[in-house]
């Protein structure tokens, strides 16, 4: 059974600093992982897609990198903002065809 | 688009009572997810459909819990009867099959038993 990890739970760190979020997962085969942030009272927002081909995507200021190998992704944020402070979480996907599976998120507060 | 569209946003309803939460997904999304988060449990996945067809139920928690997507726009989870340990927020979420599955989420409903 997949499970997915996400440490550490909860993050602050001063505006304009640049971080680095983590995900690690049980299983290697995977076959994409999607990264979403929550703000509180809100859905979630997708904000990254890696497929399991690739090694890195890249969004603004976010990039995400995945090692399907040893079974972990990261997501780093450059210049954090007050803005970014939300609830980042992690999900792998087994299949085209298949759910996902979470992770308990870290919290991330950017402070001024 | 608009998105996943989600009713009602809000609902407080008493102990007993029979809910219905509704879900609209993205035109051309073919899967479509029912979420529960809590606290206590996090995001828990209830219940998925491809192309109208439930998949996985795996995560209902009780026969009290039941879903339909009587078509590829439109889908329900109703709880009946209703009990204080059923409030949460419920998502609904869609994506499409293939390989660029990007999954997207509604903006959920907030539900209280009481």
């Known amino acids: 059974k997949q499970e997915v990890t996400q440490i550490p739970a909860a993050l602050s760190v001063p505006e304009g600093e640049n971080l680095v979020l983590n995900c690690s997962f049980t299983d290697s085969a995977i076959y994409n992982l999607q990264w979403f942030r929550q703000d509180p009272g809100k859905g979630l927002t997708s904000l990254l897609l890696i497929q399991s081909s690739q090694r890195e995507q890249t969004s603004g200021r976010l990039n995400a990198s995945l090692d399907k190998s040893s079974g972990r992704s990261t997501l780093y944020i450059a210049a954090s903002q007050p803005g970014d402070s939300a609830t980042y979480l992690c999900?792998?996907?087994?299949?085209?065809?298949?759910?996902?599976?979470f992770g308990t998120g870290t919290r991330l507060q950017v402070t001024l | 688009d608009a998105g996943v569209i989600q009713s009602p946003r809000h609902e407080v309803t008493e102990m007993g009572q029979e809910v219905t939460l509704r879900c609209k997904p993205i035109s051309g999304h073919d899967y479509l997810f029912w979420y529960r988060q809590t606290m206590m449990r996090g995001l828990e996945l209830l219940i998925y459909f491809n192309n109208n067809v439930p998949i996985d139920d795996s995560g209902m928690p009780e026969d009290r819990f039941s879903a339909k997507m009587p078509n590829a726009s439109f889908s329900t989870l109703k709880i009946q009867p209703s009990e204080p340990r059923d409030s949460a927020v419920y998502f609904c979420a869609s994506n499409r099959g293939g390989s660029y599955n990007e999954q997207f989420f509604g903006p959920g409903t907030r539900l209280t038993v009481l």
């Open positions: 999900a792998v996907r087994g299949g085209t065809a298949s759910k996902l599976t």
